[in-house]
C-alpha cells in the first residue's frame, strides 16, 4: 500500500483559509461524509447501487458523475486524491469487469490515507425505486441490526460491521426524536461470507395505549453480498486512528461516578455529627412525662374533663 502526502499550499485569501481551518484537526470532528466514485467501468447494478447509497449518506455525501480510473486493491493515491479533495472519509467505488462483476469496494481515511477497506460482488440488488413505498426522511438516523453468529466469530466480519457502523450511523447527537427513528437496516450473515442488506421503513400506528404499534414495510435497497478481498488497518495504525484526545475525555472529578445511561453520580463524605446536641424542633407527643403517683392522678383528672 502506497502513501501519499499532501502539501497544502499557503492561501491567500479569505475564503481559502477559511476551507482550510474547516479541514483541519478538530477535537470533534465534523460529521463523516461519504464519496460515492464510478470507476473507468461500470455496470447498470452498480450505478443505481452507488446512487442509492448516495440517498441513504444524505446530507454528508458526493456522488462523482464521471468515470474515474480507480483501483484501489492495485494504487491507492487517486482513491486518496478525490477523497482529498472532497473532503471525504469514507468512500464506495463502483467497479465491473468479466473476472469481478458487480464489484463494490466500501472503505474509510485516516490522515488522507485508506485505512481499511472491503471488495464485495453484488449478486443481487433492487433499488428503492422499485419498491413503491414511503421513504425515510432526509439525514434520519437509521436503525442498524446485525444478524447471525459470523460477526462474533469471524474476524473479517468483525471489522466489516465496525466499518458499516461508522459509514451508516449518521452524526452523534444526544437526543433522538422517536418520529425521527424512520428507518431500519438490517444485515443478515449467511455462510461463505454471504451477506444480506434489507432496509425498512417504520411505521407508527395507533395500538389503543401510549406504546405505537410498529410495522416494518419494506423500501429498499436490497442487496445481496458476497465478501471477495478485504485490507485492514494494523493494530498499531487502528489504535492511533481510535485515541481520544484528552480535551474529548471526560474528567470525572474525586467520588463521582457514571452509569451505563450516563447518569452523574456524586459522594459527599462529613464528619460525624451529635445529634443529640442539635437544636430540633421539639413536638409535645415526644415529651417525657413525669412517673409516679402525682402524674397517674393528672392523667385520671384529664381523662375525667374530657369526659364532661
Known amino acids: 500500500m502506497k502513501s501519499t502526502e499532501f502539501k497544502l499550499k499557503k492561501p491567500k485569501t479569505r475564503r481559502g483559509t477559511k476551507a482550510l481551518e474547516e479541514r483541519a484537526p478538530k477535537i470533534h470532528e465534523n460529521p463523516k461524509s461519504l464519496s460515492c466514485i464510478r470507476g473507468n ?4 447494478v452498480v450505478n443505481k447501487c452507488l446512487t442509492d447509497l448516495n440517498k441513504i449518506h444524505q446530507p454528508d455525501s458526493i456522488k462523482y458523475q464521471k468515470k474515474n480510473e480507480v483501483l484501489p486493491f492495485q494504487d491507492t493515491e487517486p482513491l486518496e486524491k478525490l477523497c482529498q479533495k472532497s473532503d471525504s472519509s469514507l468512500f464506495a467505488v463502483g467497479t465491473h469487469s468479466k473476472k469481478r462483476p458487480h464489484n463494490l469496494i466500501l472503505g474509510r481515511m485516516y490522515s488522507s490515507q485508506v485505512l481499511d477497506m472491503v471488495e464485495l460482488g453484488i449478486s443481487e440488488f433492487a433499488s428503492m425505486q422499485d419498491f413503491k413505498t414511503e421513504k425515510p426522511g432526509l439525514g ?3 436503525m442498524i441490526v446485525f444478524k447471525g453468529d459470523a460477526f462474533d466469530v469471524d474476524p473479517d466480519l468483525q471489522h466489516m460491521r465496525n466499518l458499516l457502523l461508522d459509514m451508516f450511523r449518521g452524526p452523534e447527537v444526544p437526543k433522538v426524536n422517536l418520529a425521527g427513528l424512520d428507518h431500519a437496516i438490517v444485515i443478515t450473515a449467511h455462510g461463505d461470507k454471504k451477506l444480506s442488506w434489507r432496509s425498512y421503513f417504520v411505521q407508527l400506528k395507533k395500538s389503543g395505549s401510549r406504546k405505537p404499534r410498529v410495522e416494518l414495510v419494506e423500501c429498499g435497497p436490497r442487496m445481496d453480498w458476497e465478501v471477495r478481498r478485504t ?3 494494523s493494530a498499531d495504525v487502528r489504535k492511533a486512528a481510535t485515541k481520544k484526545p484528552k480535551e474529548a475525555k471526560l474528567q470525572l472529578k ?3 461516578e457514571l452509569d451505563s445511561i450516563g447518569h452523574q453520580y456524586g459522594r459527599v463524605h462529613m464528619t460525624r455529627q451529635d445529634v443529640d446536641s442539635m437544636a430540633l424542633r421539639k413536638y409535645k407527643g415526644l415529651r417525657k412525662r ?3 403517683g402525682d402524674g397517674e392522678q393528672r392523667a385520671k383528672s384529664g381523662k375525667k374533663r374530657q369526659k364532661r
Open 140 to 142: 434520519h438516523k437509521p
Open 231 to 233: 485490507q485492514w488497518a
Open 254 to 256: 474525586k467520588n463521582i
Open 290 to 292: 413525669p412517673t409516679g
Open 41 to 44: 467501468t461500470t455496470s447498470d
